[in-house]
T-cell receptor, first 118, second 109 residues
Framework: GAVVSQHPSWVICKSGTSVKIECRSL??????MFWYRQFPKQSLMLMAT?????????EQGVEKDKFLINHASLTLSTLTVTSAHPEDSSFYIC??????????????FGPGTRLTVL | GQNIDQPTEMTATEGAIVQINCTYQ??????LFWYQQHAGEAPTFLSY??LDGLEEKGRFSSFLSRSKGYSYLLLKELQMKDSASYLC??????????WGAGTKLIIKP
């Protein structure tokens, strides 16, 4: 099956610093990738949809200037949390969409990145 | 609005059968997914239903009724490793995934 990797797996940073998270599709090309955030004991919350070669589409309530998304190639999307604060501590998960010949779209998830802001 | 409901938590015994229900109200429908998520890990794909009926895959089966806006995930011969959260997600008319809050399944020996 399709494999999606994320780097780093976990990161601890000081408040006010920026953190970049990479999401790669290893054995397929993904024109669309998604970024999710998950707080403890809650479901996945979609943050933004990343389309290769164009600007990301952000969900309501997600600050585009704080969560910078770049999808420069068909296998790589990056999420940069700028000026991180403790409330940004969360589990960030990316996924890549694959369109099947049957017509349905399936998402493959990366392993997630645990961000802790001190 | 768009809404997906599933029980918050369920408990079952090792070796038994458990059914996790999911009801949805979404703007359009392009399929329903079930994912398994162990604590601290990303979700993993279990099943996909777009037509009415039952899809069986080993110990796991998933059922869909589009007219009722209803699905269930059936887990047979439960094992301790099945302890996890089970997430129901529906693809709407824009092919966006709408997530349920997940059902935490606790398996007891």
């Amino acid at each position: 099956g399709a494999v999606v990797s994320q780097h780093p797996s976990w990161v601890i940073c000081k408040s006010g610093t920026s953190v970049k998270i990479e999401c790669r599709s290893l054995d397929f090309q993904a024109t669309t990738m998604f970024w999710y955030r998950q707080f403890p004991k809650q479901s996945l919350m979609l943050m933004a949809t990343s389309n290769e070669g164009s600007k990301a589409t952000y969900e309501q309530g997600v600050e585009k200037d704080k969560f910078l998304i770049n999808h420069a190639s068909l296998t790589l999307s990056t999420l940069t949390v700028t000026s991180a604060h403790p409330e940004d501590s969360s589990f960030y998960i990316c996924s890549a969409r694959v369109s099947r010949e049957s017509g349905y779209n399936e998402q493959f998830f990366g392993p997630g990145t645990r961000l802790t802001v001190l | 609005g768009q809404n997906i409901d599933q029980p918050t938590e369920m408990t079952a015994t090792e070796g038994a059968i458990v059914q996790i229900n999911c009801t949805y109200q979404t703007s359009g429908f392009n399929g329903l997914f079930w994912y398994q998520q162990h604590a601290g890990e990303a979700p993993t794909f279990l099943s996909y239903n777009v037509l009415d009926g039952l899809e069986e895959k080993g110990r796991f089966s998933s059922f869909l009724s589009r007219s009722k806006g209803y699905s269930y995930l059936l887990l047979k011969e439960l094992q301790m490793k099945d302890s996890a959260s089970y997430l129901c997600a529906v693809t709407d008319s824009n092919y966006q995934l709408i997530w349920g809050a997940g059902t935490k399944l606790i398996i007891k020996p």
